[in-house]
Each structure stands twice: as structure tokens, then as C-alpha cells.
């Protein structure tokens, strides 16, 4: 448990709450004018805890198949928590632990039923603009992520996905909607969630299926695809400004954060290299350029990106106001891997650290890991941070009293807390807010489960599709309402 070294403090107006996505939460996959995202065409799987990267292991065959199973096949996704229908009452019980800032996303293609469509699905707007507003009653700041894991199917099944350069001025149609028709309701907003991600899962991040792609080296496909996000995204930040000014808009990376194994100076060179990566995305969007080992990463693999001269001043101009991201876990990284136990974390894998436990999904707790990342962020880049993803994946059990006994969901929590003060009021970290991931139980991403629960508020709901999607409290529930009305004090 990490103890904190100088006295619990957070700033006033410290953004306090809890984080979701569309495709995660929402269900109504077929309703409400929306049209289909990949997220709405990916089997579900069995799959051990070691290979969770065959979930992402897509084809055009399992494409085809889940698009002629029937409405149901594909429960997780297409179901979810059915917070399509339960928002009101979910906001509600956000509101009662005290939040500040809910962190949702918006379905691109629940805004534009196609992407080509030149007119918006009004039904779409209503659905998140009520929700914006409801959140407002309450008192909630919403922080809205354009997409998370969820493209259109159009995009993938007549472009090619993300690859395509058309797909940018799809993106940009869309951002300018939503900054038009909810920007007086929302003030902090995200781009693209885990902009680093297309690396490791091509298909939700970036609509990419590789047998698509035939006699094509696959790796060039996606840095091609990722400098089409970079531009989209910056033309997006660009807009806003230009379109609200006031409003905030942020980058969103995933915080991996990798040791060395030893003190080899072979395993810290490993390291170095293996973190440069996890930065070289969000370095263009804070520095406004690509970073020259980005460059030269491309030049080793022997691919290359084609780019126009304007796309590097877009770059320029796009520059994020905020950086966020997620952390859960760290470990370790070595030259030589050979006999070395291995840590399966999420769709990342590392060397294991004997020095920490290790949940279910073989993910490493590690509050102080966090005051680490806060700290490498803040000098690195020199803007806000906020933490829009932290939390813990556990089994929980549904008493028949209703209750969830989930003392270790609140112990991580605390020690995550304390970290982050201490990065505040010791290290001088500017750090504005935190959003605990899943703070109502939601479908799992790697795993496509609902029983890796992240939730504060328990649901009903099985792997399979069978519950009655009621909500409970569990004991975490209150844990983080004191936290809350403490602003972080009484822990
Ligand atoms: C992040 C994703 C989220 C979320 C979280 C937890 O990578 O942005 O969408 O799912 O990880 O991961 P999992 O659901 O696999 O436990």
C-alpha cells in the first residue's frame, strides 16, 4: 500500500468522477437512427488470460460472420448496460457519490447514422445532448471522448478504415457537429481514447482488418492510418478553438509505464526504447511535429507515409490544450526475455515485477507507478493532466441482500489517491483531474466480459446476455462519496 509522504491536499475544483464509453456502456446498438460500428461486429471469445490479443486477431471471415448472425449474437457490445435507456438514473447515482465530471463518449455513428451522410441524425444529437444536460443538472461537467474504439462500419466496410484519407474529412464533419450542437454544454473534450492503440489493436482503433490489405506490409498500413488520425485530430482541436473559444480539448494516451528489469544498462536501454514508444503520438500532439525517432522508427521497419505539406502545419496548429490518460498497472522491461516470467496486462505485455501483486487478468498493481507516470508526463510535456482512466477489473459477488463486499476496489483506490497527492503537493505535478474507469460495471474491452467488473455501482448483467440490468451499490459506493466530499482528505 502506498503511503503518502506529505499531508493528503488536492486543489479547489479538483475534477472528481468516473469514466465510461459508448460502445461499453450504452446498448440500443440498433436504435435511435444509429447505425453500426465495428464494436457492434466482434464475436465474442473465450479466451485465456495469456492471449488476450486473439481477441483483436480479426478477419473479413469473422466480419462477415457476425454480420449474418443474428441481433443477438453479439450480446456484450450490442447490449451492454443498456445506459442507452438507464442514463437518468445512472447520472443519478453518480451524482449522489459527488461527482464532478463524468467522462463519456459519443457513437460517431450514432451522430451520422453513415459517415457520408450529409445531414446529422437528430434523434442521435437529442440522446447525447439530454444526457449532457442531465449531467449539468446535477452539477456534472461532462468530458467527452469523439471516439472511442468504435468506428463506423462504413469505415471499414467501404474505406479502409483509417488508411483512407477521405475518412479525415468524415472525422472533421463530425467533430464540427458536435462542437456546434453540444460545445455550450461541454467544456473538456478528447479526440481519439488511447491514441497509441492502433499499434497494438487495429481493428477498433482504426477500422483496419488486415487481409484487407493484400501484398500490403501491414505496419505501413497503420502509421499511414495513425498520420491520418494526427491530422484529424489536430484539424479537430483547430476547429475547436476557432468555433468555441474557451473550450478545452486533450490528447488521450495510454500511460504504460515499463521498469528495467535490472540494473543492466542493456535493460534500461530496452526501457528507454520501449517508452519512447508509448510517447512518440502524443508528442505530436503536444509538440505539433512528428519526433525524429518516430522518423527513424519508420525508416527501420523500412516503411513509409505518404503526407501532404499542409498536414505538418495542420500539426503545427492543432496543438492539445491538456494531456490525459490511462493508467492501471506497470511492468518490467529486459533485453532478453528468455526464462523471465511475463506479465499478460491488458493487450501489452512485460516482463513480470516480482515486487507486485498481480490481479486475476495478470494485471500489476502499482499506486506508486502512478506518481512515477504523473511525474515523467509533467516534465515531459509541461501541460494539465488528468487522469480519465484508473480502476480495477475484480469478480465480484452480488450478495443476496443485495450488498457487494469490494474492499479491494476501495484499497486501490486509496493508494491511488495518496500517490496522486503526493505528485501534487510534493512533485509539483499539475494535475486537474480523475476518473475512476467504469465507475458503473460495464462490458470489459479486452476481454469482451461483464464479469471483469469496474464499477462502484454493480449490474445485473452476465457474459452471456441474462440479467435484469438492475443497479446495486456496492460497498465501494460510499468509499468514493467520502473521498469525494473530502476532496481526497479522508481516505
Ligand atoms: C482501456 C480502454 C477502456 C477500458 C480499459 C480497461 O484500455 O480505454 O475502454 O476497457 O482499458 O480494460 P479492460 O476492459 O480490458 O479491463
Request: aromatic share 34%.
Given at each position: 500500500m502506498y503511503q503518502n509522504q506529505a499531508s493528503l491536499h488536492f486543489p479547489n475544483g479538483f475534477l472528481w468522477g468516473g469514466a465510461t464509453a459508448a460502445n461499453q456502456v450504452e446498448g440500443g446498438w440498433d436504435e435511435g437512427g444509429k447505425g453500426m460500428t465495428i464494436q457492434d461486429c466482434l464475436p465474442y471469445r473465450e479466451v485465456g488470460v495469456a492471449d488476450f490479443t486473439k481477441q483483436f486477431a480479426y478477419s473479413s471471415a469473422d466480419l462477415a460472420e457476425a454480420l449474418a448472425a443474428g441481433p443477438e449474437a453479439n450480446y456484450p457490445k450490442r447490449r451492454a448496460i443498456d445506459f442507452y435507456h438507464h442514463y437518468k438514473e445512472d447520472i443519478a447515482l453518480f451524482a449522489e457519490m459527488g461527482f464532478k465530471v463524468l467522462r463519456v463518449s459519443i457513437c460517431w455513428s450514432r451522430i451520422y447514422t453513415d459517415p457520408r451522410d450529409p445531414e446529422p441524425n437528430e434523434e442521435g444529437i437529442a440522446f447525447y445532448e439530454d444526457m449532457f444536460r442531465e449531467c449539468r443538472k446535477h452539477g456534472i461537467e461532462p468530458l467527452v471522448t469523439l471516439s472511442h474504439y468504435d468506428p463506423p462500419l462504413a469505415l471499414v466496410t467501404d474505406y479502409q478504415?483509417?488508411?483512407?484519407?477521405?475518412v479525415i474529412g468524415l472525422f472533421v464533419k463530425y467533430a464540427r457537429t458536435c462542437f456546434e450542437r453540444f460545445g455550450h454544454l461541454v467544456k473538456y473534450w478528447l479526440t481519439f481514447n488511447e491514441v497509441d492503440a492502433m499499434l497494438r489493436h487495429a481493428v477498433t482503433s482504426g477500422g483496419l482488418i488486415e487481409d484487407r490489405f493484400p501484398g500490403k506490409n501491414f505496419d505501413e498500413v497503420i502509421y499511414q492510418a495513425m498520420h491520418h488520425q494526427m491530422v484529424a485530430s489536430a484539424q479537430a482541436v483547430k476547429l475547436c478553438h476557432e468555433m468555441v473559444p474557451g473550450l478545452q480539448v486533450g490528447c488521450m494516451m495510454t500511460k504504460l509505464c515499463f521498469y528495467p528489469y535490472s540494473c543492466k544498462p542493456e535493460d534500461n536501454l530496452a526501457t528507454q526504447q520501449r517508452m519512447r514508444g508509448v510517447y512518440r503520438y502524443v508528442d505530436i500532439q503536444v509538440f505539433g511535429e512528428y519526433p525524429r525517432y518516430l522518423w527513424k522508427e519508420m525508416e527501420q521497419k523500412g516503411v513509409s507515409i505518404e503526407y501532404r505539406p499542409e498536414d505538418m502545419e495542420l500539426l503545427r496548429e492543432g496543438t492539445v490544450d491538456f494531456v490525459s490518460f490511462s493508467y492501471y498497472m506497470t511492468s518490467c522491461m529486459a533485453a532478453d526475455t528468455e526464462g523471465l516470467d511475463m506479465a499478460p496486462g491488458n493487450t501489452v505485455n512485460g516482463v513480470k515485477n516480482p515486487y507486485l501483486p498481480s490481479s486475476e487478468w495478470g494485471w500489476q498493481t502499482d499506486a506508486s507507478g502512478l506518481r512515477y507516470s504523473l511525474v515523467e508526463l509533467y516534465d515531459r510535456y509541461r501541460k494539465p493532466l488528468f487522469i480519465v482512466e484508473n480502476g480495477l477489473g475484480a469478480r465480484d459477488t452480488l450478495e443476496e441482500d443485495g450488498s457487494v463486499h469490494d474492499p479491494y476496489r476501495a484499497a486501490y483506490l486509496e493508494e491511488h489517491v495518496r500517490a496522486m497527492s503526493d505528485a501534487i503537493n510534493l512533485d509539483g505535478v499539475d494535475l486537474i483531474g480523475y476518473t475512476w474507469w467504469g465507475c458503473i460495471d460495464l462490458v470489459s474491452e479486452s476481454t469482451r466480459q461483464m464479469s471483469k467488473r469496474y464499477g462502484f455501482i454493480y449490474v445485473d448483467m452476465d457474459d452471456y446476455g441474462n440479467g435484469t440490468q438492475k443497479r446495486y451499490k456496492k460497498d465501494s459506493f460510499d468509499y468514493y462519496k467520502q473521498v469525494i466530499e473530502s476532496n481526497g482528505t479522508n481516505l
Open positions: 478504415g483509417w488508411y483512407s484519407r477521405e
